[in-house]
């Protein structure tokens, strides 16, 4: 339906705002350490996954280095440093995206560690229900800390060279607790400071009770 397609273009404008609305821009070291087993033995990759312990459920999450190396290294990066504790999932878009890594439970804005990554939105993977992908600002290649859950099939947040040259970068998938997103997705919303259309106006997307991520830790291999 054309109104559907038109929501998937207002609600892909707007998670840009809401991220800009945020942004800051860092100068730092880049991000080290492995996404992944080394492959020089000639075994295949391990693929890392991560809990996301959060104040409603766990959220186990499982990575792609092969299709997006820099974006999974970044992340693993952040959750070694033990950036995400504390911090909330801070915007919920019923239908659509759940947004975090950014903000603490008083709306302080995070401020990340490293510098901006590049974008691998072309790496194949789609913004489909249960991914994970990398929230930025309107340069492509902007992403820092925050991160969404994609709630639904978004295509209009993947790389199109036509109707979107730039997309945004997916980078792993739920592998357990996506009944914990769903019931996220149904909390109360009140207006939110970190998600100003382009009118200006605030929208209903901040919980009015802080979902917060209490720890987010690797997952040895096996477990």
Known sequence: ?????????????????????????LVAASPGGSAAASTESGTAPVAPRVVLA????????????????????NFLAHVE???YDGTILHRVVDGFIIQGGGYLPDMRQKLPPYPPIPLESRNGLRNLRGTVAMARGQEAGSATC???????????????PAANPTGYAVFGRVVEGMDVLDRIRGVEVVRNPADVQQDGSLARSLPATPI???SARVRPAGD
């Open 1 to 25: 339906m054309l109104s559907d397609r038109l929501r998937q273009i207002a609600l892909a404008v707007a998670l840009m705002f809401a991220f800009i609305a945020g942004a800051t821009v």
């Open 212 to 214: 917060v991520i209490k």
């Open 54 to 73: 959060t104040s409603l459920g766990d959220i186990v999450l499982e990575f792609f280095p092969e299709k997006a190396p820099a974006t999974v290294r």
């Open 81 to 83: 440093q033990g950036f």
């Open 146 to 160: 925050q991160f969404f859950f994609n709630l639904a099939d978004n295509p209009s947040l993947d790389y199109n």
